[in-house]
């Protein structure tokens, strides 16, 4: 049997990826028509941060964390509650006799405290994951003003977010590890370039000094 080649969209991307790299060599060449414009359009500061390892080091972030853990309690509690009626009556119907009267009724009622079981278990959970997306669409609106804010402080004029420390995958399919590769924002950046203390410390500074 043979080993097939790359598909269409594996030469696909591929081929993006060689275009990518000729077009960067064509600007970056000594022959290029546009080097002397960029040469003389002067240096851009760049910095990086990254992203994981300031989201771990956010002191807002462990107490938003806290203040879902409660909630998560207080829902589990309501879901204990209402687990431990179904059990209730499970147990009420183990004891009755086939031919009891009430059997039926209890069984209908059994099925229904079950659905309403479900129906709010996943209901806790929708609730509990928008609100893990709202906490966290409001701190990365921080982040962004932080950002920003140490850019003007510091002189930088773009600053991105450094995801070169993040390793592939050992196991993935040719298509997965295109779409990998091809969302890579930072191939390599120096320690000089690394901002995140900086960011980390100014919204530490920030949150801390907002506690009542």
Same mark, same amino acid.
């Given at each position: 049997?043979?080993?097939?080649?790359?598909?269409?969209?594996? /030469?696909?991307?591929?081929?993006? $990826?060689?275009?990518?790299?000729?077009? $960067?060599?064509?600007?970056?060449?000594?022959?290029?028509?546009?080097?002397?414009?960029?040469?003389?359009?002067?240096?851009?500061?760049?910095?990086?941060?990254?992203?994981?390892? !300031?989201?771990?080091?956010? #002191?807002?972030?462990?107490? $938003?964390?806290? #203040? !879902?853990? +409660?909630? *998560?309690?207080?829902?589990?509690?309501?879901?204990?509650? =209402?687990?431990?009626?179904?059990?209730?009556?499970? #147990? #009420?119907?183990?004891?009755?006799?086939?031919?009891?009267?009430?059997? =039926?009724?209890? *069984? /209908?009622?059994?099925?229904? +405290?079950?659905?309403?079981?479900?129906?709010?278990?996943?209901?806790?959970?929708?609730?509990?994951?928008?609100?893990?997306?709202?906490? $966290?669409?409001?701190?990365?609106? +921080?982040?962004?003003?932080?950002?920003?804010?140490?850019?003007?402080?510091?002189?930088?004029?773009?600053?991105? =977010?450094?995801?070169?420390?993040?390793?592939?995958?050992?196991?993935?399919?040719?298509?997965?590890?295109?779409?990998?590769?091809?969302? /890579?924002?930072?191939?390599?950046?120096?320690?000089?370039?690394?901002?995140?203390?900086?960011?980390?410390?100014?919204?530490?500074?920030?949150?801390?000094?907002?506690?009542?």
């Amino acid at each position: 049997m043979m080993i097939r080649g790359i598909s269409n969209s594996g /030469r696909a991307g591929v081929v993006a $990826l060689v275009i990518a790299a000729i077009g $960067l060599g064509m600007a970056l060449g000594p022959g290029s028509a546009d080097a002397s414009a960029v040469r003389s359009a002067g240096a851009t500061a760049v910095a990086a941060v990254d992203l994981a390892k !300031l989201l771990d080091g956010l #002191d807002e972030r462990a107490a $938003l964390e806290a #203040d !879902l853990n +409660k909630q *998560i309690e207080k829902r589990q509690a309501e879901l204990d509650q =209402i687990a431990g009626e179904v059990k209730k009556m499970n #147990d #009420d119907i183990a004891v009755l006799k086939e031919d009891d009267p009430s059997r =039926i009724e209890k *069984i /209908r009622d059994l099925r229904i +405290k079950e659905v309403q079981a479900k129906a709010m278990r996943q209901f806790i959970q929708e609730q509990l994951s928008v609100e893990k997306g709202r906490m $966290l669409a409001d701190l990365y609106k +921080k982040i962004q003003t932080a950002v920003c804010d140490i850019a003007a402080r510091d002189g930088w004029d773009l600053i991105l =977010i450094d995801d070169s420390s993040l390793d592939l995958p050992e196991m993935a399919t040719e298509q997965q590890m295109l779409q990998l590769i091809l969302s /890579r924002r930072v191939l390599c950046a120096g320690g000089s370039v690394d901002v995140t203390d900086e960011v980390k410390t100014l919204m530490n500074n920030r949150f801390n000094a907002a506690k009542p």
